[in-house]
């Protein structure tokens, strides 16, 4: 956070505070209350941001857990309930470090670690679609068309359902959205190697891995851009 | 005991929450509220707690979370809830011993107390770990040499003439039944038709599990099937088909209950309670004859973390204590077969759950992600259960942590995840490479050096 803000208002430190409390009524009213007299791109980097990367923190040293992640994910979208509208009135793109449709894949059940890498992604600045568990192969490629994703996170427990994977690679490339769309894949199922062999962009071993890796994704592909 | 049809009635009937509202307030907000309560607290300093008071109140806790919250099935959309007479009565019709296994192979396995000197059921193999068919039964035949191992517990078949196997497909049946057809026959050829197996993990589904129950080539009456608890406090039709299906068959039900620490329950206290309560509801839901503790780290996963055997050894001694359930604690490491720090990971891992009211299950390498894993590191496994049941938790504490320090956590942030089968082994006589015996053979002198000898 900036000092000028800090100093400036005291509510920002407060908004930063309800975030990492999870405390939705409070994030609610102190961003209704500053969206009125700052920027609200400022609030957003300088009050709401910090906080949410202070939840990730706090959960990689298990300090809180999920539970708390996700109470501050709550927070956070209440806040920008106040945000958002202005952003868009001042015609501001939601500031992002890149937008990610992510799942367990079809066939498998197991989403605890998906849960924690969505988290980790939103609490990193991440725009998160979560497409929850056992999500057909063409759901995840519907929704990335339909959000213009930058990148499609798959998970995956069991090694059951790794062929699945297979297909959403195959039907990326028979839609010739593969230069469009980056992959990361990871779950228990999933080794770096057999990452590399599908083609996916990325690989994540767990959250905080999976976290680095979109960042650097992200930058790689604005490079590129550039 | 209730019966199976009671416990769909119930499912039937419960109360209707969505899922989120059913992870955050039925048992993230208990959970809290319960180790406030009880004032629980973790200590990083030590894996094996020694206060009896704490064990019993992680019990009481554990059974209140039980009665608080019941099991969620996710088709459902509801809770189904147990009386406390139904919760103890399920304690009380618990058998503390069953056989397994047939004929002269048959073994009692039985519930085992905190610092019991009997020797413990060794249950050995890569358990979880999702094989090719031709490497599947190779390994197997490595486990079912090993005279230590009683019980086999080994991966799934993943790949079937070249074809991966997909879950709810066909071939997810054919690769249960290629599994067990693999056991069997490493089992004869090793001269132990009769062994006690806890199989079918090929098939995720209901479809793979219903298709291995064959008594010539299949799931026998003797034999075991994980019924997992869904994370957290959850189940759903799938894990309760197979449980009421090869229960009335007569086979043996095994409630696997593998918490996140760091997730539903919180932290490993949470996680601690979270077990107890999980494994008294599957003794109600499912039938379950005996349990795996399974904690998962959230970033490490190995149960050979100092959290995750913590939680090991809490919830053995309190289960143990207070009921007759028969407990696997399970040993899975961030190391590789082939290395010298999956030894280290063993000893502290299998010390903590054998001195703790467990039998050791195991060895898991490389948390089944590599099929980097042998007979003989499950024999070293074995060697030292049997004779950590000389040491009290004091002592299993001290050699635990020092183990600990040898591979927490450079070597479990950078684990040498070691090599296949082929290369461990001379696969034509079964018998493990001069470099890696070496490398067993240094582990057993590591351990004599603090009282633990091996003959």
Redesign the interface.
């Known amino acids: 956070m900036t000092q000028a803000l800090l100093k400036e208002n005291p509510e920002c430190r407060n908004l930063y505070d309800s975030i990492v409390k999870g405390n939705i009524e409070e994030a609610s009213l102190y961003a209704k209350n500053l969206v009125n007299e700052y920027p609200p791109l400022d609030i957003i980097q300088e009050c709401m941001s910090p906080a949410m990367k202070y939840v990730g923190d706090l959960?990689?040293r298990?300090e809180i857990?999920?539970?708390e992640v996700?109470?501050s994910a709550d927070a956070f979208e209440a806040a920008m309930k106040y945000i958002g509208p202005k952003l868009e009135a001042q015609k501001i793109a939601t500031p992002t470090k890149g937008k990610v449709v992510i799942g367990t894949i079809?066939?498998?059940?197991?989403d605890?670690?998906k849960n924690?890498v969505a988290l980790m992604l939103k609490a990193h600045g991440f725009e998160v679609y979560d497409l929850g568990r056992d999500v057909p192969v063409y759901k995840f490629v519907e929704k990335a068309e339909e959000v213009n994703a930058d990148i499609i996170a798959v998970s995956a427990l069991?090694?059951?359902?790794?062929?699945?994977i297979?297909d959403l690679v195959r039907l990326l490339d028979e839609k010739g959205l593969r230069s469009k769309r980056l992959l990361m894949v990871g779950g228990?199922?999933v080794?770096r190697e057999w990452a590399t062999a599908i083609g996916a962009d990325g690989y994540g071993e767990?959250?905080?891995e999976a976290v680095k890796v979109a960042i650097e994704l992200m930058q790689r592909s604005k490079v590129k851009g550039e | 005991m209730l019966s199976f049809v009671d416990i769909i009635k119930r499912a039937e009937e419960g109360v209707k929450v969505s899922e989120r509202e059913f992870?955050?307030k039925w048992v993230?907000n208990n959970v809290k509220e319960l180790i406030k309560e009880y004032d629980l607290k973790y200590n990083p300093e030590e894996l094996i707690p020694l206060s009896e008071d704490f064990i019993d109140d992680v019990f009481e806790a554990g059974l209140n979370l039980a009665l608080k919250t019941g099991i969620y099935v996710?088709e459902y959309g509801s809770v189904i809830k147990f009386s406390e007479e139904e919760i103890k009565e399920g304690i009380k019709t618990a058998p503390a011993r069953i056989m397994v296994g047939e004929g002269a192979d048959s073994r009692e396995l039985y519930a085992r107390k905190t610092e019991d000197q009997r020797p413990p059921f060794i249950m050995g193999g890569q358990a979880g770990a999702?094989l090719p068919d031709d490497l599947h039964f190779i390994m197997a035949l490595s486990y079912m040499q090993e005279p230590i191992i009683d019980g086999i517990n080994h991966g799934?078949v993943?790949v079937v003439n070249g074809l991966?196997?997909?879950?709810?497909?066909p071939l997810?049946a054919l690769a249960a039944i290629k599994e067990l057809i693999n056991l069997r026959e490493a089992a004869r050829i090793a001269g132990r038709p009769g062994i006690h197996l806890l199989a079918a993990e090929?098939?995720?589904t209901a479809i793979g599990d219903l298709a291995a129950i064959n008594h010539e080539y299949g799931l026998r009456k003797t034999d075991a099937h994980l019924v997992p608890v869904?994370?957290e406090m959850k189940t759903?039709w799938d894990r309760l088909i197979k449980a009421i299906v090869f229960k009335v068959r007569g086979g043996i039900n095994c409630a696997l209950v593998d918490p996140?620490?760091?997730?539903?329950?919180?932290?490993p206290v949470?996680v601690a309670v979270g077990f107890v309560a999980s494994f008294l509801l599957s003794r109600i839901v499912y039938h379950a004859d005996y349990y795996i503790i399974h904690p998962i780290h959230?970033?490490?996963?190995s149960t050979s973390v100092p959290?995750g055997m913590w939680v090991l050894a809490t919830v053995g001694q309190a289960v143990s204590k207070h009921t007759n359930f028969i407990l696997f604690g399970d040993v899975w490491t961030s190391n590789g077969a082939g290395s010298q720090e999956i030894f280290w990971e063993i000893t502290a891992n299998t010390i903590v759950n054998t001195v703790t009211g467990s039998h050791p299950l195991g060895v898991s390498a490389t948390?089944?992600?590599?099929p980097h894993a042998s007979g003989l590191e499950t024999r070293f496994m074995g060697e030292v259960a049997h004779v950590a049941t000389r040491l009290n938790r004091k002592n299993a504490n001290e050699i635990a942590l020092i183990f600990t320090k040898k591979y927490h956590p450079y070597k479990t942030q950078n684990p040498d995840i070691g090599k296949p089968i082929y290369d461990l082994y001379d696969v034509k006589t079964m018998t493990p490479r001069d470099w890696w015996l070496e490398k067993y053979k240094l582990a057993i002198k590591e351990v004599a050096e603090y009282g633990l000898k091996i003959v």
């Not at chain 1, 079809?106 to 197991?110: K, L, N, P, V």
């Not at chain 2, 991966?164 to 497909?169: A, F, L, P, Q």
């Not at chain 2, 948390?367 to 590599?370: I, L, M």
């Open positions: 959960f990689e298990l857990f999920l539970p996700l109470a079809q066939g498998d059940i197991h605890l670690g924690i069991l090694s059951t359902s790794l062929p699945f297979k228990g199922a080794t767990n959250a905080a | 992870d955050i993230y996710v999702p799934g993943a991966e196997v997909r879950t709810r497909s997810e090929s098939g995720v869904l994370n759903d996140v620490i760091g997730g539903y329950f919180g932290g949470g959230h970033k490490w996963v959290e948390n089944g992600k590599y």
